[in-house]
C-alpha cells in the first residue's frame, strides 16, 4: 500500500495535470497557501456547493440564502471579538526557523497517543477474534486507559492555559512533552506569541482619510447583520436558519497542507436561530444532520468522527467538529457550534440597535440564540478529491487512475467519443452533444486511441463515455461504458439522457441524506 506521504503528493501532482488545482500566480512561482481552481476543479467545487444549497436553503423549508459582502463596517469585527481575539498562538524553532501553531504541536502529540490506543485495540481485536468486544476492552485495558488518560490531562491544560492567555505555560507544556519540529528534530523553541489572523486593507482614496478595513475571517457575521433584514422579509418565525457561501481570509501562520489550510478560502455556514433555552437541542440535531449529509456522498463511515471541543471559543457553549480522514490523518472538516446569543448581542451593543425576534407564543421579545454549522468548502474538496482518487491493477495486469467521484459532483457527466474523425461519426457525435448539452456538462473528444480516451475520462472521473461508430450510424446505438465497472453495453442514442439522468441527478444524493 502507498505510504500516506505518496498519496498525498499524488493526490496534489493529480490535481495540478488533470486541471483541477492550481498553484496561484504559478509564474510568479506561486503565492503561499492560495490556489486556483482550473476548468475541473471549478466544476466539481460548484457541483459540491449545489449538493450542500440544495440540501440546506431547498430541502428546508425554514432555511433561506444570502450572499453577503466580504467587506464589512469594521465595528463589526470588534463586536464579533475578532479584534482582541482572533488569534493562534505562535512558537518558532529556533534551529530550523520554522513556525509553529504550538496548540497544533500539543494536539499532534496528544493525538499520537490515541494512535497508540487504538493499535492495543487492533492488536486485542486481532488476538481475540470474533470473541472481542471492544467497549470491555476499551474500559479495562490498562494501556489503553493510560493513553487516553495522559491525552485528555494534556489537551486539559493546553485548554485551560490558552484560556487565561499563560502562553508561558503552553511552551513549558511543550517542553515537558519534549516536542519536537516535526522535520528537524530540534527543541530549541522561541516563546509562545499571540498573533491575530485578519487581513487588513483600506477603503478610501486618501491616505489621512481611508478607513482601516478587515477582509472577513468568516461569512458569519454577515449573516448576523442581517438576521433583521431577512426575517423580517422572509416573515420567518423561529427556529429558522440562514445559509451563505463564500470567501473567507485569514493569516494563516502554518499553511503547508495544500488546499486544507489556505489563506484565501471558501466557506459554506448557516446560523440556525432558536429560542433560547432550546440551543443544545438544536445543536446535537445539526449535528447528527450534518453527519448525515456528510454521509450520503459515500466516502465511508469509518473515515468521519465528531470531536468535541474541550477549549470553547469566546461565544460558544458547546461545540464539536466533525473530522474527516484526509491523506495526513484526522483533521477538522466542519465545525458544529452552540454560538448563544453572543453575536446578536454584541451586536445590539455595538450599533445601538435592536436585534431582537418578538415570539408570540412566548410573548416576548428576545435576541435569538444561534447553532451554527460550518464546513469549508475546500476542505470537503481536497476530502471527497483525495477519497476518489485510485490507482487500480486490471485484469489484463495494466494499471489505470480514476477519479471515483460521487457522480453528481462529477466535473463532466459524459464524454462523446467519435471512434474515428471521419464517415460521418464525428457529425454522428455533435448531434448527441447537442441534445445531451440543455442537461448535463458533457464534452466530446476527437483526438488519440479510444483506450487513451476512456483513460483521460477515468482520471478526471467522468461517469460515462459514450462511442459512437459506424454501427450508430445504421442503427442510432452507441456504446456506454461506465467509469467504475469500465462494463460496456450498446444502447439507443435516445435512451442516453434517461440513463445518465438516473446515474448523476443531484436528486440521488438528496434523497439518502
Ligand atoms: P482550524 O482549527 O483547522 O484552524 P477553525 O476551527 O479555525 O479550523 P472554523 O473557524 O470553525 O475553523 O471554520 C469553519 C470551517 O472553515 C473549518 O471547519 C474548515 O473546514 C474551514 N477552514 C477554516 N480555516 C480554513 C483555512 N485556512 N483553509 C481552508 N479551510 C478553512
Known sequence: MAKQEDLFRDVVSH?????????????YDGLSAVYDYGQNGAELKNNIKQYWWKAMVQLNENIVGIDSSILMH???????????????????????????????????????????????????????????DKAQFESTNQKVIDYRQRQKTILERMAKSLENNDLADVKALIEELEIADPDTGSKNWTDVRQFNLMFGTKLGASAENAMELFLRPETAQGIFVNFLNVQKTSRHRLPFGIAQIGKAFRNE????????????????EMQYFVPPGTELQHYEEWKQKRLNWHLAL???AENYRFHDHEKLAHYANAAADIEFKFPFGFKELEGIHSRTDFDLGAHEKHSGR???????????????????????LDRLFLAIFSNALKQEKLDDGSERTVL??????????????????KDGLPEFAEKIFND????????????????????????IGTPFCITVDHESLSDSSVTLRERDTMKQERVSASELR?????KVNMRSLLEKI
Open 15 to 27: 490535481a495540478k495535470e488533470y486541471g483541477f488545482i492550481f498553484p496561484s500566480s504559478e509564474i
Open 74 to 132: 469594521p465595528t463589526t469585527w470588534k463586536a464579533s471579538g475578532h479584534i482582541d481575539a482572533f488569534n493562534d498562538p505562535l512558537i518558532d524553532n529556533k534551529d530550523s526557523k520554522k513556525r509553529f501553531r504550538a496548540d497544533v504541536l500539543i494536539e499532534d502529540f496528544a493525538a499520537k497517543l490515541e494512535d497508540k490506543a487504538q493499535k492495543e485495540i487492533e492488536k486485542a481485536a486481532k488476538r481475540f477474534g470474533e470473541a472481542f
Open 253 to 268: 501562520i502554518v499553511a503547508r497542507q495544500f488546499i486544507f489550510r489556505m489563506r484565501e478560502f471558501e466557506q459554506m
Open 298 to 300: 459515500g466516502l465511508g
Open 354 to 376: 435592536k436585534l431582537q425576534f418578538f415570539d408570540p407564543e412566548r410573548n416576548e421579545s428576545y435576541v435569538p440564540f444561534v447553532v451554527e454549522t460550518s464546513v469549508g
Open 404 to 421: 471515483s467521484l460521487p457522480p453528481a459532483l462529477a466535473p463532466v457527466k459524459a464524454a462523446i467519443l467519435p471512434l474515428v474523425k
Open 436 to 459: 445531451l448539452k440543455f442537461d448535463f456538462n458533457v464534452i466530446s473528444e476527437e483526438k488519440d486511441s479510444i483506450g487513451k480516451r476512456y483513460r483521460r475520462q477515468d482520471a
Open 498 to 502: 434517461r440513463i445518465i439522468d438516473e
